[in-house]
């Protein structure tokens, strides 16, 4: 049974109620007099933040001013949050009532945060963003600065803790105003600093940890004295000759010749090496530990990248972009992450004798989008293994694929697709998850390569582009898929484990031909009959040397074999002729 309240347990009811009423009032007409702002000049003593003390904007900013404080707790404006300040053009800082006129000596302020974002765009006005605090954002993939068609902009002493990117300006189309980025501290997983395409910009004395400088023009002016993990950032200008002193930390070249950048140890940072519209240059003996986009290279021409060493996860540890003429050689990129070396519309690559070992990733990429360019790269002597892809090719004609070793990846050794008159030659691609070569593409060759232990097939082939001289041995399905029957195009003196035929001759080569499976005769049995074949079979798997021999001899001896029998037919034709003459000439009067 319930029991029934009493006088007493009203009274203490209502006692209760006038208390909690009563400390409610209290904590109102207190709150705002104990809110600490940082009016510090000094951000050294600006205090680390998280979630639960972020200061309300409205009492952040201008606090002495209490008609201020009251309009925006009142009134709550579209651009006010109190994490968060958006500015979409010169007339949000009126609106606002920021501090200053928005003219170079009197610019709009915006100081002494403690704030997650600040988000500006299209504004030509003057401002400044100075002594704030901007940390823990509530999803890491944000930006703590974002500039947008900004002219005049200064970002001054302010600590920036635990974003992807630091600060960001993008000025598309816009080369007028100034922008000065100094003094700042700023912890980036990504880039500390990124310009896209902005200009007239002094970056000046940051200090970046883990995300340094990123740009995307080649218009960026005086940036100095900055540093990153400690260590300076190098940016060299139009500049011809010399060596990057061995203690950077970052470096970005831009528009320069013959500089070498040599026996550099760089680490736990992004970007490592960036040159931008550079030639006849070297990248040598370096060595990147946890470094993402370790080298970058975008319209250059002549570049040397040989012997460095990438190590624990670095994320595309070389890139090469719209650059012609490039030598990458003698790398090794251990337990790399997404790429080991990516051409993107490049001709006449040479990528020779690297390692590349690739977390879930490709160790070697060559791909032009675009357009199919006649690219001439050479991929030569590469050891591309335990990555999804050993090597991969896309849209790219004439690229030479010899010697290299593609082998445990988790999906294809060798991936070439519109890969017209690409030369395939002696390439091993064994014990592969699913395939060891994947060749889209007309007027190429597959010749002499080790297709040996792979999950599905040795080969899968599309296209008018000769196989021969192969070893298909002990692949999961079959030795080799076709995606299209072509019986003009020669596949033959290849060797097959699974070939069930018989070499009475004894010369090892069938003699009854190798059927390799076909795309349409499997899906369409009753239109498609034909498939492909192996005419000339090889009954032992030889050397290459031996094979080499082998097809030799026995394309002599068909040769002499047809020649002696159009010589016989011949022949035989030049006396049935005679012989008809003779008859002839005999019935005549």
């Not at 000769?466 to 041995?473: D, M, S």
Request: aromatic residues 10%.
């Amino acid at each position: 049974m319930v029991k029934p309240l009493s006088v007493e347990d009203g009274l203490y009811n209502r006692s209760r109620k006038s208390v909690l009423m009563f400390i409610f009032l209290l904590m109102i007409l207190v709150m705002p007099s104990t809110v600490a702002v940082n009016t510090s000049e000094d951000k050294k003593d600006m205090p680390q933040t998280s979630h639960e003390n972020i200061l309300p904007m409205g009492q952040s900013f201008h606090t002495e001013d209490p008609d201020f404080v009251n309009r925006v707790d009142t009134e709550q404006p579209r651009n006010w949050r109190s994490t968060f300040i958006e500015i979409r053009s010169d007339d949000d800082f009126v609106s606002l009532g920021l501090p200053g006129s928005g003219t170079e000596g009197d610019p709009y302020l915006i100081e002494n945060l403690t704030i997650f974002e600040i988000d500006i765009s299209d504004t030509t006005f003057h401002f400044r963003i100075q002594n704030c605090t901007l940390s823990n954002p509530p999803y890491s993939s944000s930006t703590a600065v974002d500039l947008n068609q900004v002219e005049n902009a200064q970002i001054i002493n302010n600590s920036i803790l635990g974003y992807s990117r630091g600060i960001t300006i993008s000025n598309w189309g816009i080369e007028g105003g100034d922008r000065l980025i100094e003094n700042n501290t700023i912890l980036a997983t990504w880039q500390g600093i990124y310009f896209d395409y902005a200009y007239n910009n002094t970056i000046t004395n940051n200090e970046m940890i883990w995300g340094g400088i990123e740009l995307s023009g080649r218009r960026q002016t005086q940036i100095t004295g900055n540093t990153l993990n400690g260590k300076p950032i190098v940016y060299w200008h139009d500049r011809i000759g010399g060596t990057v002193p061995s203690d950077a930390g970052q470096v970005i070249l831009i528009n320069c010749s013959y500089v070498s950048i040599n026996e550099l140890a760089l680490a736990d940072s992004y970007p490592g090496i960036f040159l931008y519209y550079c030639d006849n240059s070297t990248i040598k003996d370096n060595i990147f530990n946890n470094v993402s986009k370790c080298i970058y290279l975008k319209y250059c021409t002549g570049i040397s990248v040989t012997n460095n060493l990438f190590l624990n996860g670095c994320w595309d540890a070389i890139s090469i972009i719209d650059s012609n003429d490039n030598n990458v050689t003698n790398n090794i990129i251990d337990n790399a992450i997404d790429d080991g070396i990516m051409v993107y519309e490049c001709v006449r690559t040479k990528i020779q004798n690297n390692t590349c070992i690739v977390t879930d990733g490709i160790g070697i990429t060559i791909y032009n989008e675009h357009s199919f360019r006649h690219g001439e790269d050479v991929l030569e002597g590469n050891f591309c293994h335990s990555s999804r892809y050993g090597i991969n090719v896309e849209d790219s004609y004439y690229t030479q694929v010899l010697n290299n070793n593609c082998s445990n990846n988790s999906r294809s050794g060798l991936y070439l697709r519109n890969a017209d008159g690409c030369h395939v030659f002696n390439n091993s691609c064994t014990n592969n998850g699913e395939y060891g070569l994947v060749f889209y593409g007309d007027g190429g060759q597959i010749l002499f390569n080790n297709l040996t232990g792979n999950g599905d097939y040795g080969l899968v082939i599309s296209g008018r582009s000769p196989v021969i001289g192969n070893l298909f041995i002990d692949n999961g399905l079959a030795g080799a898929y076709s995606v299209y029957e072509y019986p003009d195009t020669p596949i033959q003196y290849n060797y097959w484990s699974d070939y069930t035929g018989y070499d009475t001759s004894g010369d090892g080569i069938g003699d009854i031909p190798h059927p390799i499976p076909c795309w349409r005769t499997i899906e369409h049995p009753n239109r498609y009959q034909l498939g492909n074949r192996d005419p000339f079979p090889l009954t032992r798997g030889l050397s290459l040397s031996e094979r080499d021999n082998l097809i030799r001899t026995h394309n002599i001896a068909s040769a002499f074999v047809r020649i002696l029998s159009g010589c016989i037919v011949f022949s035989v034709i030049a006396l049935l002729v005679v012989i008809y003459h003779r008859r002839r000439n005999k019935k005549r009067p």
